[in-house]
């Protein structure tokens, strides 16, 4: 089993975005945050996926490929200014550099080789920067400058330094001018953690990349930070940013499009460009109008909380989100007529949720503790006892989609399958696009099912759709990172469905359970819901509940009630490989 790369999952605090509303290209949001990775590894048996055509950590003392190109940037605050150093690998012996940024100045240019200094031209215009080398170089060699924008505006090359950055995009680099055959760049950061955290304005293509398409990235870094690239190439995602986030949006920016250009990726789904989010405060007031046409057709508005933090909880929900885009959306699943009555949740959310936290995996984003959680949290809902109200079937669809994405999964891969659940969807959807029409057709779902895990799996999903029973996940699974048990939880059951899960707001009352608390103090379905309240630090807990019936208000106070709910809990061993599982959180 390869070693996943580390990736910090600590918070990143800096002080709240203040004033109107900005719009950000990521990257350059993240040069601050840089700070060093914390580590979380996905659960072993979720990497059968190959990682071919994709970036990888490298230590700091490792030796650097022969197809290597690296940019160094670095800030000069007193004489503010941008350095940049970059190392051409040998094997690959440019006669040519360019920067095609108008109103940029270079000094102190040095262009080195295994010989010495080497001879060079530099001319400067309005189409850009350029240097002819006076000699063959010999590789390898090192051009070194400091770029500073001179007295003109340059909205769309942007230069600056900070105290706490520096920021150069790449069309103000000045790059080797590829001719004939095209050097594979490779990508990682030293000291700073995952590569496309620092390139996360570029998709993720297959094979080499011309070294012209890497201009359009937006490079950025903090002091002593090593960007190197690999097989990136695409346009710019935009991240905006409304109130005060509780959390440091450049950290947060830059891994929403590392999940972005990942979740496309593996569904085999191209997002037009640019792909925009929206973080702002849940309580603040619609973004404008003209804003909402654009994230409508490409791009997504993520609701913070006041007290919220970018933790592996809200990552799990963001990379929902962009899968949900995909399964929820565009490719939304046509059940056939005597399924409709069925819960759509098991599609759009569980087996959504899945496949986020798979690529999240995949990506070094969740650990253990994390993947573990949400399983725990589905675990719950399909043991927990049923009640009426679509809520809860709703919700218990979902949490039974999960788990059946994750049996499919295994049992895929044990049948040789190595896609498992993500790959599969993938499948489903390239045979969709080849033949589009509202929805994936339920036959084909079916179809695809039963093609790649037989008969056997099928049954397993049709089961899973006709009672919502937990589906039967081997002890293996997971192992040796994760291990299930079963546990006995006590919970205390307010008697109707929790409304502040709801994303609509509260509400109706809704899964009322007529022999619950909240019957036995005279809630009724189909009162208007507002106000809800646990107060959680008494024993038992006290629901506080106002509710408008009639045109009328009343209040309720009342105790939940006790609820003994055996389930399965994953945990992990004491002996749980740290190469394989990561270190324990």
């Known amino acids: 089993m390869s070693r996943r790369r580390d990736a910090s999952t600590t918070d990143k605090s800096a002080p709240p975005t203040t004033g109107r509303l900005r719009w950000f290209v990521h990257v350059a949001l993240l040069a601050a945050a840089c700070r060093p990775p914390a580590g979380p590894v996905r659960p072993a048996a979720t990497a059968s996926q190959p990682r071919s055509n994709r970036p990888t950590q490298r230590p700091p003392t490792a030796r650097e490929g022969d197809d290597l190109l690296r940019i160094e940037i670095r800030g000069d605050l007193d004489a503010g200014i941008v350095r940049v150093v970059t190392t051409i690998p040998p094997g690959f012996e440019p006669t040519e550099f360019a920067a095609p940024a108008p109103h940029l100045v270079a000094e102190s240019l040095r262009l080195e080789d295994r010989s010495g200094p080497v001879p060079f031209e530099l001319t400067s215009t309005e189409a850009g920067l350029r240097v002819r080398t006076g000699r063959p170089l010999e590789s390898p060699a090192t051009l070194s400058y400091a770029l500073r924008p ?11 330094v900070t105290p706490t950055a520096a920021f150069v995009k790449g069309e103000a680099l000045l790059l080797p001018v590829a001719q004939g055959a095209v050097p594979k ?3 990682a950061i030293a000291p ?5 955290r620092a390139a996360s304005t570029l998709a993720l293509v297959d094979g080499p990349v011309p070294l012209h398409l890497v201009r359009r990235a937006d490079f950025s870094c903090g002091f002593e930070w090593t960007v190197r690239f690999e097989e990136f190439a695409g346009a710019l995602d935009l991240v905006a940013a409304e109130g005060h986030l509780p959390f440091d949006v450049r950290w947060a920016a830059a891994e929403i499009a590392v999940l972005r250009s990942a979740v496309d990726l593996r569904l085999g789904s191209t997002t037009p460009a640019p792909f925009v989010t929206l973080l702002r405060m849940d309580d ?8 909402v046409w654009r994230l409508r057709a490409r791009g997504m508005t993520l609701a913070v909380g006041r007290f919220s933090t970018w933790d592996d909880a809200m990552r799990i929900d963001v990379a929902t989100a962009l899968v949900q885009r995909w399964l929820a959306g565009r490719f939304p699943l046509d059940p056939p007529p005597e399924e409709v009555a069925l819960a759509p949740t098991w599609w759009t ?10 690529i999240l995996a995949e990506e070094g984003l969740l650990g253990t503790t994390a993947y573990a959680a949400a399983l725990d949290e589905a675990e719950l809902e399909v043991a927990r006892p049923s009640s009426p109200g679509p809520a809860r079937r709703l919700a218990r669809s979902a949490a039974s989609g999960l788990l059946f994405a994750l049996a499919a999964d295994r049992h895929l891969r044990a049948r040789g399958f190595r896609g498992g659940i993500p790959g599969l969807v993938a499948e489903v959807i390239a045979d969709h696009q080849t033949n589009p029409r509202r929805g994936i057709r339920w036959e084909a779902w079916i179809d695809a099912l039963e093609g790649r895990g037989g008969p056997e799996l099928r049954r397993r999903f049709e089961e899973m759709l006709r009672d919502g029973r937990r589906p039967q996940i081997p002890r293996d699974a997971l192992a040796p990172c994760l291990l299930p048990r079963v546990r006995t ?3 205390w059951d307010p008697g109707l469905f929790d409304p502040r899960t709801a994303a609509r707001g509260f509400g109706t009352v809704e899964g009322l359970d007529p022999d619950g608390a909240a019957a036995a103090a005279g809630v009724r379905a189909g009162d208007v819901i507002r106000a ?11 629901v506080r509940l106002e509710v408008e019936r ?5 209040s309720f106070d009342f105790p939940a009630r006790r609820v003994s709910v055996r389930h399965v809990e994953w945990i992990r061993p004491r002996n749980a490989p740290v190469d394989r599982c990561g270190p324990p959180s």
């Open 550 to 554: 009639d045109g009328e208000v009343e």
């Open 532 to 542: 809800f309240e646990i107060a959680s630090e008494k024993t038992p807990p006290r």
């Open 192 to 196: 700073c953690g995952p590569a496309r």
């Open 185 to 187: 760049a490779n990508a």
């Open 489 to 491: 939880t006590t919970l």
């Open 349 to 358: 959310v569980g087996l959504a949720r899945f496949v986020a936290m798979e």
């Open 150 to 160: 001179d007295d003109a505006p340059v909205p769309l090359h942007d230069l600056r």
């Open 284 to 291: 603040l007031s619609p973004p404008a109008p003209e804003l």
